[in-house]
């Protein structure tokens, strides 16, 4: 780690786990020379030291673009690393059809229930249906119902659909279990398109996977991951407002002038936007490949008056600097979980299933999307070295085809380089 360092574990409803790494961390940014503080966030990844490996690869990156950025000569960072109890995705290149020659199809499936269900009663239930999925529709409606028990509650902009909820499971395996083909790169932007399911054997095209595989096992993967998000969108938003925001609340009255900077990737961005509901004022926040929806900071986003979650974030005086937004098509973990929900809500959508048209897309996909804040032109990620106009209150999102090539591709040294002019804009 290039710079003076200190990290706090959460307890996946936000309570410090131990209170002692909290100290450490407000001391450190208290008695040292500092002008700001960047706490940051991982995501998808529950693995303690790939988190902390994602930390020290961004920071190093930070630090190797700094000379190139005159505004950042004098500055002293101190950088916070916040850990939490996440739970780990299924490969997203194997959940859009590579893994059907990487395994036996029941085995994969038995292994990510064990990746992602704490509750080892529950997973051994879950496992013990993996055998009859594929000729029984009662452990199919077993397998839905337990999984079901798992969804948290919501009443944002991001509800979980009908269908994976209350729907006959019979209709949620059926919509899971078609095939579709993603395409990259055939859509502006580089964004992906998933189209729909055509009659015959699952065609192969040059740059195309397979979302969905046609038979209950995929679908169960499938459902598995859906419910995933969900709960890791749940505990993201606790541990951020419960608390990230306290954390934020103890270095602000231990020392006032050092600035306050939030940066998270994947779920982590959810984390720290939902911080920054709790805790102002915040100098910048820099979102990367968020995994939250891209109506998030909007404004009457369903034309009825609806605002995103994180509406009130923008509000006069709570950023001080910019938000700015990572978001590429080339980000499967996104763009396929969001095709998912889309699916499962019958989201009849006018453009690409997840993309900026559809009512369930993902900010690392698409963007903030119907917020006014949001910056003119778009922008796009600059190559290292290269200049930003970041304005104080604006979310600047910043297309990002050209550097990030997939969801956790975020700690090269364009990133860094973004991130630090958010940080010299606050």
């Known amino acids: 780690m290039r710079f003076p360092y200190a990290e706090v574990q959460f307890e996946s409803g936000g309570a410090v786990h131990d209170p002692s790494e909290q100290r450490r961390a407000v001391d450190l940014v208290r008695t040292g020379d500092f002008t700001d503080v960047l706490v940051v966030s991982h995501g998808w990844n529950n693995d303690m030291a790939a988190a902390r490996d994602l930390y020290t690869r961004l920071t190093d990156s930070l630090d190797a673009v700094r000379p190139a950025v005159p505004a950042a000569a004098g500055m002293r960072l ?6 939490w109890p996440s739970i780990k995705w299924a490969d997203p290149d194997v959940i859009a059809g590579g893994g059907a020659g990487l395994a036996d199809p029941g085995e994969l499936l038995r292994v990510e229930i064990r990746d992602s269900i704490a509750d080892p009663g529950l997973a051994a239930r879950l496992e013990d249906l993996v055998g009859g999925l594929e000729t029984s529709a009662a452990a199919r409606a077993d397998f839905l119902n337990l999984l079901r028990g798992l969804v948290p ?6 509800r979980p659909p009908d269908a994976l909820m209350t729907g006959e499971p019979a209709e949620v395996f059926g919509r899971l279990g078609q095939p579709v083909i993603l395409l990259q790169g055939q859509q502006p932007g580089g964004a992906a398109h998933l189209s729909e399911p055509a009659p015959g054997p699952v065609p192969a095209p040059g740059g195309a996977q397979a979302l969905g595989l046609p038979d209950p096992l995929g679908a169960a993967r499938l459902l598995l991951n859906t419910v995933t998000y969900f709960t890791m969108k749940s505990r993201s938003g606790d541990v951020g407002m419960n608390g990230v ?3 934020l609340d103890a270095l602000a009255a231990a020392a006032p002038g050092v600035r306050r900077h939030l940066a998270g990737h994947s779920f982590g961005a959810r984390l720290v936007s939902a911080a ?3 805790h102002a004022p915040i100098q910048s926040i820099t979102l990367l490949q968020g995994a939250f929806s891209h109506h998030g900071f909007a404004t009457d986003y369903d034309s009825k008056g609806g605002n995103g979650f994180f509406r009130a ?6 950023v001080r600097g910019p938000v700015v937004v990572t978001h590429t098509g080339r980000d499967l973990a996104v763009g396929v979980a969001y095709a998912i929900i889309s699916r499962l809500a019958r989201q009849q959508a006018a453009g690409l299933p997840g993309g900026p048209d559809d009512r369930y897309g993902g900010i690392g996909r698409n963007g903030a999307i119907r917020t006014p804040q949001v910056a003119q032109p778009p922008g796009r990620l600059l ?3 290269g200049g930003y106009a970041f304005a104080p209150g604006r979310v600047h999102n910043l297309l990002a085809d050209a550097f990030i090539t997939g969801h956790s591709d975020v700690t ?3 990133v860094a380089n973004a991130l630090l002019h958010a940080i010299r804009a606050g």
């Open 276 to 278: 920054a509901l709790r």
């Open 153 to 158: 509650g919501s009443d944002d902009e991001e």
């Open 383 to 385: 190559p290292a070295g």
């Open 412 to 414: 090269g040294r364009e």
């Open 245 to 247: 925001a306290k954390l």
């Open 313 to 318: 974030v923008l509000d006069p005086g709570r």
């Open 78 to 83: 101190a950088v916070v690393g916040v850990l």
